[in-house]
Nanobody, 124 residues
Framework: QVQLVESGGGLVQAGGSLRLSCAASGRTFSSYTMGWFRQAPGKEREFVAAILWSRGSTYYADSVKGRFTISRDNTKNMVYLQMNSLNAEDTAVYYC?????????????????WGQGTQVTVSS
């Protein structure tokens, strides 16, 4: 059973930084794509970033490119999202997701496993 547990959310001032962590367990993730998504109040869940576990290739939404960095630690089965230069529009619940088969990494419906989410609030 795949389990994803996010941590690291919190309250931060605009311009600040946070690092989210996703602890993955239950499988060998070398063939998986790992993604971060977010959902703001009253909005649809949206893609933030993804990483191919085996190759380390990364993909980003335009809105976070240059500010956020996704990475993984193979030895710890962890995925991270380093978020810099945060602004109020980044306020959302952030979710870690995983899938073994991927067509479009930005499509939330292609991900099979989800964490429960961690709240990020950016005060302006």
């Amino acid at each position: 059973q795949v389990q994803l547990v996010e941590s690291g959310g919190g309250l931060v001032q605009a311009g600040g930084s946070l690092r989210l962590s996703c602890a993955a367990s239950g499988r060998t993730f070398s063939s998986y794509t790992m993604g971060w998504f977010r959902q703001a109040p009253g909005k649809e869940r949206e893609f933030v970033a993804a990483i191919l576990w085996s190759r380390g290739s990364t993909y980003y939404a335009d809105s976070v490119k240059g500010r956020f960095t996704i990475s993984r630690d193979n030895t710890k089965n962890m995925v991270y999202l380093q978020m810099n230069s945060l602004n109020a529009e980044d306020t959302a619940v952030y979710y870690c997701a995983a899938t073994e088969t991927i067509g479009r990494y930005s499509n939330q419906y292609e991900y099979d496993y989800w964490g429960q989410g961690t709240q990020v609030t950016v005060s302006s």
